[in-house]
Every structure is written in structure tokens, then in C-alpha cells.
């Protein structure tokens, strides 16, 4: 059974850091792409980043490029996400999942086994 596990969220203040980890399990992690997602109560869940199965290979919206960073270390079979110069925006709950296609999509319904989600709060 594959589990995403996330982890890492909670209060930051705008301009700071924070990173967030998913942790999978019952897959072979290296051979999947992974995603990161997010959403508010006034949003549908929308595409953060994306990597490859490798770490050669990633992808960004345009609100983040620059300032997150995902990344993968497939030894642990965990995805992050480093978020820097956060802004009150970015405020919601982050979603890790699994990437059903290469390369991965930008749309929900190119991935599968989601994470439970991590709040991020963000303070002005």
C-alpha cells in the first residue's frame, strides 16, 4: 500500500524559510516523479513543482520560480520542498503526490497517492 507522509509545516513570517518533506512508502520511489501542490479554502489545488525521477529535471510555477526549490533524495524516498522569501500568499495546505506521467503534469489528474497535506501559515 503507497502512503505519502508529509511533514514540515507550520508558522513562518514573510521573507523566512521553511521546508517541507514527504516521505513515501510501498513504491519504488526512484522510478516516479513527484509533485507538489497547494491549496486555500478560496482555491482549487493548484501545481507548485514538479521533479523528475532524477533531480536533473524540475519544474516550477511561475508564482514560486525563484524562490522554492523541490528536490528529492531517493536514498530516503522523500521529496522536498524549500520555500524561501515566503509571502503571505503562499499561505495554505501543501500537498506532495506521486506523478503518474514523465514529465510530470501541472494538473491534479496527473498524479495519484496523495499526502495528507501540511499547513503553512504565513505571518505579515
Known amino acids: 500500500q503507497v502512503q505519502m507522509v508529509g511533514s514540515g509545516g507550520g508558522l513562518v513570517q514573510a521573507g523566512d524559510s521553511l521546508k517541507l518533506s514527504c516521505a513515501a512508502s510501498?513504491?519504488?520511489?526512484?522510478?516516479?516523479?513527484m509533485g507538489w501542490f497547494r491549496q486555500t479554502p478560496e482555491k482549487e489545488r493548484e501545481f507548485v513543482a514538479a521533479?523528475?525521477?532524477?533531480?536533473?529535471?524540475?519544474y516550477y510555477a511561475d508564482f514560486v520560480k525563484g524562490r522554492f526549490t523541490i528536490s528529492r533524495d531517493n536514498a530516503k524516498n522523500t521529496v522536498y520542498l524549500q520555500m524561501d522569501s515566503v509571502k503571505p500568499e503562499d499561505a495554505a495546505v501543501y500537498y506532495c503526490?506521486?506523478?503518474?506521467?514523465?514529465?510530470?503534469?501541472?494538473?491534479?489528474?496527473?498524479?495519484?497517492?496523495w499526502g495528507q497535506g501540511a499547513q503553512v501559515t504565513v505571518s505579515s
Open positions: 503526490a506521486v506523478s503518474r506521467f514523465y514529465p510530470p503534469l501541472r494538473t491534479t489528474n496527473g498524479y495519484a497517492y
Open positions: 510501498g513504491l519504488t520511489f526512484s522510478s516516479y516523479g
Open positions: 521533479i523528475g525521477e532524477s533531480n536533473s529535471t524540475t
